[in-house]
């Protein structure tokens, strides 16, 4: 299963809502997680099922979707959001998409 | 708290091997699965396999059938990838990671694979 995102690269500033979109190349149900990496670090858990908060995050990310295609969006960005995000789908193994560059405008 | 700690850096001639391990503290060690992921710089991380502690069952990603072997020490709490027949596109962060509702919950730190003549 194929995992595309959008945008690659998000350019945007504190405050700001961001959105990022995640497609899946066939149907996947809600099985899809989200991810925050930054330089030199290992990937953290955001959102699993789609829509769930891993305990811990702050309440600013929310995800949505099922099927082929979903969102993670972070309501108002705080200056430790700007990192590298990936979609991950477990339906079928594990994929992740290319990733989006959360950069600061 | 529950981490898991990987061993160092490795740097390996191509056609070498290379083995990774991962201790995972914290929490009952054979209650989850432990997956690897392959992540080359600037690219997107690659599910590589897991490996199942309390019966030492694996499964491993297709394209490192052969080349990939996973392991684990329920007595010391620590899992094993062992990578051999090393390409210069193998250069990469290997994670190990924690299963978790079918995802992974938990990562290590990362140990830098260098394959360089």
């Known amino acids: 299963i194929q995992m595309t995102q959008s945008p690659s690269t998000l350019s945007a500033s504190v405050g700001d809502r961001v959105t990022i979109t995640c497609r899946a190349s066939?149907?996947?149900?809600?099985?899809l997680a989200w991810f925050q990496q930054k330089p030199g670090k290992a990937p953290k858990l955001l959102i699993y099922k789609a829509s769930t908060l891993e305990s811990g995050v702050p309440s600013r990310f929310s995800g949505s979707g099922s099927g082929t295609e979903f969102t993670l969006t972070i309501s108002s960005l705080q200056p430790d959001d700007f990192a590298t995000y990936y979609c991950q789908q477990y339906n079928s193994y594990w994929t992740f998409g290319q990733g989006t560059k959360v950069e600061i405008k | 708290q529950v981490q898991l700690m990987q061993s160092g850096a490795e740097v390996q001639k191509p056609g070498a091997s290379v083995k990774v391990s991962c201790e995972a503290s914290g929490y009952i060690f054979t209650d989850h699965y432990i997956h690897w992921v392959r992540q080359a710089p600037g690219q997107r991380p690659e599910w590589l396999g897991w490996?199942?502690?309390?019966?030492?069952?694996?499964n491993y990603a297709q394209i490192f059938q052969g080349r990939v072997t996973m392991t684990r020490d329920t007595s010391i709490s620590t899992a094993y990838m062992a990578l051999s027949s090393l390409r210069s596109d193998d250069t990469a962060m290997f994670y190990c990671?924690?299963?978790?509702?079918?995802?992974?919950?938990?990562w290590g730190q990362g140990t830098m694979v260098t394959v360089s003549s």
């Open positions: 490996v199942k502690p309390n019966t030492g069952d694996t």
């Open positions: 990671a924690r299963g978790n509702r079918d995802t992974f919950d938990i």
């Open positions: 066939q149907s996947i149900s809600d099985w």
